[in-house]
């Protein structure tokens, strides 16, 4: 047994589908990563957005990690249920002038200059007192400075959020938290320390990170693995019909996930009893090795 480390990793899925390869390279990297540091890694269900969300798909999740070997720390955390921590945060930024309320329907901000994240927020609705009734959204104050990090695999990353994205929604209008506050809120709740996850997030790290000097939580470390692509270079998703992971037989699966995040998994380790796949991509495991890429085949 390893150390003890301090180091905590999750996956969190949203339960929009089921899982797919691409899906699957985060799940690796992030176990991986956790695992041969002798961290604990942690499965939470971001099922925040029942709108978005497909019925039967969270538990169809679960199954399917539990099917290919994943053994997580502790229970499936449910986003859901954390509704609390999600409004206590949204309290304290309102309560410190750092939120506001936000009226802007879609076609108020029809006007607005658009940027790589989308329309920039004009900032309308700063100052303005709390709207008597009716649906509001809160945007979070952003200012001047740049927000930089280091990615462990992408490098030097930096965002300038006033010019990039404007003050940004944390609490929709409809009701429901916004995801990059209840994924800041959620990895500090679970003293995640670093998170791997798919470079298509790499553009919404900044944001987090504001929310988490806003808020006084520590930073955890980032690593943005390349993501899974068609032929075509498009990225595996529900959009483009990604099939789901095959239940059974999961060997030829992982190991094709560890030769493409660049691992070199022997010949004859598919077919290896699962526990022995396992074991092997835990003491080879080198997320270096895809540093600097953003795509990896997909199919
Ligand atoms: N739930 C997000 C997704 O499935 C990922 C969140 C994260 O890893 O930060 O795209
Ligand atoms: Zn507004």
Known sequence: ????????????????????????????ASYLEARSR???????????DPPREQ??????IVRALGAYGFDWDGPTDWQRDAGDAHRDALRVLLSRDLAYYCTCSRSDLSDAETGPLGAIYPGTCRGRPRPQGGDAAVRVLTDESLVEFDDRLQGRQSQ???????????????GLVAYHLA?????????????????????????????????????????HIPVAVWDDGNKLSKAT???????????????????????????GLARKALPDVWDWAIANWDLSRVRGRTSVPGS
């Open 183 to 223: 994924v800041v809120v959620d990895d500090h709740r679970q003293g995640v320390t670093d998170i791997v996850r798919g470079i298509d997030l790499l553009d919404s790290t900044p944001r987090q990170i504001w929310l988490q000097r806003l808020l006084g939580y520590p930073t955890p470390g980032y690593a």
């Open 55 to 60: 019925a039967g798909a969270a538990d169809a």
């Open 160 to 174: 300038h959020l006033a010019a990039e994205s404007g003050d940004f929604v944390i609490w929709r209008r409809d």
């Open 38 to 48: 002798g961290g604990r890694w942690l499965l939470r269900i971001e099922n925040i």
């Open 241 to 267: 019909h990604a099939p789901s992971l095959p239940a059974s037989s999961p060997g030829p699966t992982l190991a094709r996930a560890l030769a493409v995040l660049g691992q070199s998994p022997p010949d």
């Open 1 to 28: 047994m390893a150390e003890p480390s301090g180091y905590t990793g999750r996956f969190a899925p949203s339960p929009t589908g089921p899982l797919h390869f691409g899906s699957l390279l985060a799940a690796v």
